[in-house]
């Protein structure tokens, strides 16, 4: 196909994903001449913009060193932008003309990248497809959250995409599959004999997998306020990482392969219940050093004042299957908290028949997804010397030491790029999707009918107090301060 001209197209292209993260993948896939030659780039938006103008939206988000300079321009040379309302025919007929000019009438592929909000999203997609497709090559669409807010909204959403276009030619992204140690997940326990065998009830005591960001909602409460930290990162990023964790092995790394077992573990958890849920919510800390600190979330003047919806969840999982009975999943996530932290904890049982006077600690495998790649092993030596006391140490594989100088690609340009390769390994299909919204969907209404009251924590703290004692009483040991 690397003859072909590809054309890639960016509805919402003024947005705030466009100009954070698509057009800096672009240009970075670009720079470093990983995209098929010849591909073209073209932005649709409402906004009357110039490309000069959508470079300066851009600017802070490229990172272009000044070497770089000539190529970049010559990026943005590439680039042609529309402007057209996401409703009726027109500005998609004049889109297409567009699409034709750059790829001088030739049989070309085209990716239809859909950064935009849900409610035009049922028109825009029709109006590629009746006005916008390639007629002689392929045709790739991404899409991005939120797939619906329940499982009937995300299946009329899924049905309606399906009467439009082919499983294949559907890109469901979920940003976390992306992320360098989320897709080393498969390596690390299909290619190590040593955890292989060990991944299971019988070795395993809990899984403890954490999404954590020291800021607030930052400009984006009006969207967050509708959806909620359940919907927006556990829902989707916390629950493929368990996927993952918790899946068989599949019969191959086909992309079918994989993502039928992720399916069949997402099938053997229950529907998740209050009872193993802790629900809060930031408010300010006076003693905050910035506004933003001490701005807490029903302050924030996007969100209603009376709102209930979470900005912190935990929920505990469980897979009823043979190697994960009674092994508790917990997921938790928050925002406004102190730290930026994404990692999975796996912790072993307890050594049986100690003789160490009860100072044997458990091991953990710890899987950091960021900041700062890392795998390291927690386990008990001897303290070097002449005592024989003993002390928790670890097996340390931190990327930044081991492979110093490599370069790790953000989430998005492996994702991208995937795209053009025809790659749907790490792209969410539609019975995952469906999956998930079936173990989320009940406590959702729940929470939202009820208006269950979140408990409320300090912007900047570690989340509300509960949350650790939940994890204790699910068989997950504190021994320090995660
Ligand atoms: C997005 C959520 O999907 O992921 C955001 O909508 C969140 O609320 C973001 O901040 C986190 O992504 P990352 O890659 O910065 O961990």
Same mark, same amino acid.
């Given at each position: 196909?690397?003859?072909?001209?590809?054309?890639?197209?960016?509805?919402?292209?003024?947005?705030?994903?466009?100009?954070?993260?698509?057009?800096?993948?672009?240009?970075?896939?670009?720079?470093?001449?990983?995209?098929?030659?010849?591909? #073209?780039?073209?932005?649709?938006?409402?906004?009357?913009?110039?490309?000069?103008?959508?470079?300066?939206? %851009?600017?802070?988000?490229?990172?272009?060193?000044?070497?770089?300079?000539?190529?970049?321009?010559?990026?943005?040379?590439?680039?042609?932008?529309?402007?057209?309302?996401?409703?009726?025919?027109?500005?998609?007929?004049?889109?297409? =003309?567009?699409?034709?000019?750059?790829?001088?009438?030739?049989?070309?592929?085209?990716?239809?990248?859909?950064?935009?909000?849900?409610?035009?999203?049922?028109?825009?997609?029709?109006?590629? #497809?009746? +006005?916008?497709?390639?007629?002689?090559?392929? !045709?790739?669409?991404?899409?991005? *959250?939120?797939?619906?807010?329940?499982?009937?909204?995300? *299946?009329?959403?899924?049905?309606?995409?399906?009467?439009?276009?082919?499983?294949? =030619?559907?890109?469901?992204?979920?940003?976390?599959?992306?992320?360098?140690?989320?897709?080393?997940?498969?390596?690390?326990?299909?290619?190590?004999?040593?955890?292989?065998?060990?991944?299971?009830?019988?070795?395993?005591?809990?899984?403890?997998?954490?999404? *954590?960001?020291?800021? @607030?909602?930052? $400009?984006?409460?009006?969207?967050?306020?509708?959806?909620?930290?359940?919907?927006?990162?556990?829902?989707?990023?916390?629950?493929?990482?368990?996927?993952?964790?918790?899946?068989?092995?599949?019969?191959?790394?086909?992309?079918?392969? +994989?993502?039928?077992?992720?399916?069949?573990?997402?099938?053997?958890?229950?529907?998740?219940?209050?009872?193993?849920?802790?629900?809060?919510? /930031?408010? @300010?800390?006076?003693? @905050?050093?910035?506004?933003?600190?001490?701005?807490? /979330?029903?302050?924030?003047?996007?969100?209603?004042?009376?709102?209930?919806?979470?900005?912190?969840?935990?929920?505990?999982?469980?897979? !009823?299957?043979?190697?994960?009975?009674?092994?508790?999943?917990?997921?938790? %996530?928050?925002?406004?908290?102190?730290?930026?932290?994404?990692?999975?904890?796996?912790? /072993?049982?307890?050594?049986?028949?100690? +003789?160490?006077?009860?100072?044997?600690?458990? !091991?953990?495998?710890? +899987?950091?997804?960021?900041?700062?790649?890392?795998?390291?092993?927690?386990?008990?030596?001897?303290?070097?010397?002449?005592?024989?006391?003993?002390?928790?140490?670890?097996?340390?594989?931190?990327?930044?030491?081991?492979?110093?100088?490599?370069?790790?690609?953000?989430?998005?340009?492996?994702?991208?790029?995937?795209?053009?390769?025809?790659?749907?390994?790490?792209?969410?299909?539609?019975?995952?999707?469906?999956?998930?919204?079936?173990?989320?969907?009940?406590?959702?209404?729940?929470?939202?009918?009820?208006?269950? #009251?979140?408990?409320?924590?300090?912007? $900047?703290?570690?989340?509300?107090?509960?949350?650790?004692? *939940? %994890?204790?009483?699910?068989?997950?040991?504190? /021994?320090?301060?995660?």
């Amino acid at each position: 196909d690397r003859k072909i001209p590809h054309t890639f197209v960016i509805f919402g292209a003024s947005g705030d994903l466009a100009k954070k993260k698509i057009y800096p993948t672009l240009w970075w896939l670009y720079r470093d001449d990983l995209l098929p030659k010849p591909t #073209k780039f073209c932005g649709y938006a409402r906004s009357k913009l110039t490309i000069e103008k959508l470079k300066e939206n %851009c600017k802070q988000y490229m990172k272009v060193q000044a070497h770089e300079v000539d190529k970049y321009d010559e990026f943005w040379d590439l680039n042609e932008y529309v402007a057209g309302n996401y409703d009726g025919r027109t500005g998609f007929e004049l889109l297409n =003309q567009q699409l034709e000019l750059m790829e001088n009438k030739n049989r070309a592929n085209r990716i239809f990248y859909l950064a935009l909000p849900p409610s035009v999203f049922d028109e825009v997609t029709v109006n590629i #497809k009746n +006005i916008c497709m390639s007629t002689c090559g392929w !045709n790739r669409v991404i899409v991005e *959250k939120p797939f619906g807010r329940d499982d009937v909204s995300s *299946k009329a959403l899924s049905d309606h995409l399906a009467g439009l276009f082919s499983e294949e =030619q559907l890109y469901r992204i979920d940003h976390y599959l992306g992320k360098e140690m989320v897709q080393n997940l498969m390596t690390i326990r299909f290619g190590n004999k040593i955890l292989s065998s060990t991944w299971n009830r019988e070795n395993i005591a809990s899984v403890l997998i954490t999404f *954590k960001e020291p800021f @607030g909602t930052q $400009g984006r409460g009006g969207y967050f306020d509708e959806f909620g930290i359940i919907r927006d990162v556990m829902q989707n990023h916390l629950l493929q990482i368990l996927s993952l964790v918790a899946m068989e092995k599949p019969v191959s790394c086909h992309p079918d392969d +994989i993502r039928d077992e992720k399916v069949k573990v997402l099938k053997s958890i229950a529907a998740l219940e209050l009872k193993d849920m802790v629900l809060g919510q /930031y408010v @300010g800390n006076p003693q @905050g050093r910035t506004e933003d600190e001490r701005t807490g /979330y029903l302050e924030d003047e996007t969100v209603d004042k009376n709102s209930t919806t979470p900005t912190y969840a935990l929920a505990v999982l469980h897979i !009823n299957n043979e190697r994960w009975q009674d092994v508790p999943f917990i997921l938790r %996530c928050g925002k406004a908290l102190n730290d930026r932290k994404a990692e999975v904890r796996i912790q /072993y049982h307890d050594v049986p028949g100690d +003789i160490f006077e009860g100072n044997s600690k458990r !091991n953990e495998l710890v +899987i950091r997804v960021q900041p700062g790649e890392a795998l390291y092993f927690k386990m008990m030596t001897k303290t070097p010397g002449i005592t024989f006391d003993i002390e928790e140490t670890e097996l340390d594989l931190t990327y930044e030491h081991r492979y110093r100088g490599f370069y790790l690609p953000d989430a998005y340009e492996r994702l991208i790029l995937d795209v053009f390769c025809g790659s749907q390994m790490h792209f969410v299909r539609s019975d995952e999707l469906c999956e998930a919204w079936r173990i989320f969907t009940p406590i959702l209404h729940r929470i939202e009918k009820e208006r269950i #009251k979140p408990i409320p924590y300090l912007y $900047g703290s570690r989340g509300p107090k509960e949350a650790n004692r *939940k %994890c204790e009483e699910n068989n997950f040991k504190y /021994y320090g301060s995660y």
